[in-house]
């Protein structure tokens, strides 16, 4: 999950290149677009979560020709008027599997319909929207499912249901609109036999808790010199909520991050020198900071990206100077684990390509061993191609030259 917010006021940009620049940037799988009229300055951007289940969960399709349109139409902002005077003309209802795109269903796998004036009237107060202009954003998917709006047999509007929160009009509003409450229209889903947007609530409810215990893990692996420094090295987006990368990592990505914020930024410098005050003995730095690194969701991807933190300083220690700490002391699993996490990593091959093969052999072999306990596909591949066969001809060519 993704959460961007770009609050600093900014001359207005056409709304195209703003969201380029965004998609270039950032892989998301939704991104909310909060912006205000286009005489206002500086649209405001965020990037929202998508928790998607082939249950009933929104799929997450990129449509960024189709968010651009959609920005740059002339429609209007969502009302609870212009709402209203199509529910008070709605005597069928008719809710379809998957999304929709440009105000028509995507699925013709309809899983009501109903012409029940009690179901509509239940229908009609979940729709209730929150009309305040700092809520109004746009997420880049289909949604799902779809609600029609009917009279007789004449569709009225077609409404796609998203993140278990908005909804989208797309023939007459330019913007999502949040529902004043969601969770109610979840259960009318539900109470129709509909089960798909409350086992996406219940994902969302249950990511969130092992979110925040992967987190509280990590933080508690923290060197303990560095707590009180918790405010600096975690953005206020970060703080407010867990930042995952897609899957896999993007290589690219994560080096011109990585070089933008590594040990030559002055919050690198300034928590390497409360480190070296913490630690005089080096090595014993070197192992604490391995450790942290090990800490947290336990994925080499996938996983939030505060948890790149702690590579980010061992990036500003020499490597020789790692590997000697990893040679001078008895090594527990997790320094062994933070150890071969970072050797492994993209990060480590992009700011320092050439430095895998300061590893000796028998260090290779040892961080391998490691990894091949691990029941994560995932991770015994990364670690065999980092100290498998072709990087353990490379430490010898090494020793040879």
Not at 347 to 361: A, C
Not at 370 to 399: I, P, T, V
Request: hydrophobic share 35%; proline share 6%; charged share 25%.
């Amino acid at each position: 999950m993704i959460l961007l917010r770009a609050v600093d006021q900014m001359k207005p940009i056409r709304v195209s290149i703003l969201l380029s620049f965004f998609l270039l940037q950032i892989p998301c799988n939704a991104a909310t677009i909060v912006k205000t009229d286009s005489d206002e300055p500086a649209p405001q951007l965020q990037f929202i979560p998508d928790y998607s289940t082939t249950s009933g969960g929104s799929q997450a399709v990129v449509q960024q020709s189709a968010l651009i349109k959609a920005l740059s139409s002339k429609l209007d902002n969502p009302s609870q008027a212009s709402l209203s005077r199509i529910l008070k003309k709605t005597d069928h209802v008719r809710v379809l599997a998957g999304g929709e795109y440009n105000g028509k269903p995507l699925s013709k796998n309809v899983l009501l319909d109903s012409h029940s004036q009690a179901t509509i009237a239940e229908l009609k107060q979940a729709l209730l929207i929150d009309e305040d202009p700092e809520s109004l954003g746009r997420d880049m998917c289909y949604g799902d499912p779809t609600l029609e709006l009917m009279s007789g047999k004449k569709v009225l509007a077609v409404l796609g249901f998203h993140h278990g929160r908005s909804i989208r009009w797309d023939k007459s509003w330019k913007f999502d609109a949040n529902l004043q409450d969601g969770a109610r229209l979840v259960e009318w889903f539900a109470s129709n036999g509909i089960e798909g947007p409350k086992q996406a609530q219940e994902h969302e409810i249950k990511e969130r808790r092992r979110g925040v215990a992967d987190l509280q893990k990590w933080m508690m692996s923290m060197p303990d010199c560095l707590r009180p420094y918790i405010g600096e090295m975690l953005s206020p987006s970060m703080a407010d909520i867990l930042i995952f990368l897609p899957e896999p990592s993007p290589a690219d990505e994560l080096r011109e991050d990585s070089r933008n914020r590594t040990h030559d930024s002055p919050r690198q410098k300034q928590l390497m020198a409360v480190l070296d005050e913490s630690y005089k003995d080096q090595h014993d730095k070197v192992l604490a900071l391995l450790q942290w690194y090990a800490s947290g969701t336990g994925q080499w991807t996938g996983f939030p990206t505060y948890e790149e933190l702690p590579a980010e300083l061992l990036l500003g220690v020499p490597t020789k100077q790692i590997i000697e700490g990893l040679d001078a002391k008895d090594v527990s699993e997790p320094e062994l684990e933070g150890a071969a996490r970072f050797f492994a990593s993209p990060t480590f091959r992009n700011i320092k390509p050439h430095d895998l093969t300061l590893l000796d052999s028998k260090l290779k072999k040892r961080l391998l061993e490691h990894c091949m306990k691990s029941s994560d596909e995932d991770k015994r591949k990364r670690a065999e191609n980092a100290f498998g066969k072709a990087s353990l001809m490379q430490s010898a060519d090494n020793r040879a030259d």
